[in-house]
T-cell receptor, first 115, second 114 residues
Framework: DTGVSQNPRHKITKRGQNVTFRCDPI?????LYWYRQTLGQGPEFLTY????????KSRLLSDRFSAERPKGSFSTLEIQRTEQGDSAMYLC?????????????FGQGTRLTVV | KQEVTQIPAALSVPEGENLVLNCSFT??????LQWFRQDPGKGLTSLLL?????REQTSGRLNASLDKSSGRSTLYIAASQPGDSATYLC?????????????FGRGTQLTVWP
């Protein structure tokens, strides 16, 4: 499968615990995005990587959230001290090229439930 | 800030009908517009990408049009099938953002019954 891969698909955690999600973009895609989607809403932008550099973070990304993309390949999104409001679908997308008009490809998402 | 609106929020139709889903956006300075399909609990599948210089794109039974000046796009689904049941999301890549991030609508939840 050469699409965007996200793991795990589902995560249930207790409030206060830390969780980490992984995204493997399409090979050679230099741009990687994280989005968050809550029930009944469209996805909202969280953060963006161009190669290994994190170039923008949304105000939605509190200091409990951190994202990395070492070596410009896979990316991880960590949430520390999870809260019930963090329950959502976390989506990763990748695209190729320097131009901003290229197609974005999304993974299957990680569904986080904080209990 | 770019805002994307999709109408209707939900649609339920019998199999075989031709459908039109609507998307509007507030800032016409966009790179492109994408239509996605999302099945319950799943990720997004890209259906069609229309560049800002294009007027429409077609893929099988799907046709998407773009009127950038009026800030509107429509997704036309011909001869709908129960397998088309899903949420359809519209998203624009805003020129105000230099990063290619997408702004999404809330989607249209489509149910096609046999």
């Amino acid at each position: 499968d050469t699409g965007v891969s996200q793991n795990p698909r589902h995560k249930i955690t207790k409030r206060g615990q830390n969780v980490t999600f992984r995204c493997d973009p399409i090979s050679e895609h230099n741009r990687l995005y994280w989005y968050r989607q809550t029930l009944g809403q469209g996805p909202e932008f969280l953060t963006y990587f161009q190669n290994e550099a994190q170039l923008e973070k949304s105000r939605l990304l509190s200091d409990r959230f951190s994202a990395e993309r070492p070596k410009g390949s896979f990316s991880t999104l960590e949430i520390q001290r999870t809260e019930q409001g963090d329950s959502a679908m976390y989506l990763c997308a990748s695209s190729l090229g320097a131009a901003m008009n290229t197609e974005a490809f999304f993974g299957q998402g990680t569904r986080l439930t904080v209990v | 800030k770019q805002e994307v609106t999709q109408i209707p929020a939900a649609l339920s139709v019998p199999e075989g009908e031709n459908l039109v889903l609507n998307c509007s956006f507030t800032d016409s300075a966009i790179y492109n517009l994408q239509w996605f399909r999302q099945d319950p609990g799943k990720g997004l599948t890209s259906l069609l990408l229309i560049q800002s210089s294009q007027r429409e794109q077609t893929s099988g039974r799907l046709n998407a049009s773009l009127d950038k000046s009026s800030g509107r796009s429509t997704l036309y689904i011909a001869a709908s099938q129960p397998g088309d049941s899903a949420t359809y999301l519209c998203a624009v890549a805003d020129r105000g953002s230099t990063l290619g991030r997408l702004y999404f609508g809330r989607g249209t939840q489509l149910t096609v019954w046999p």
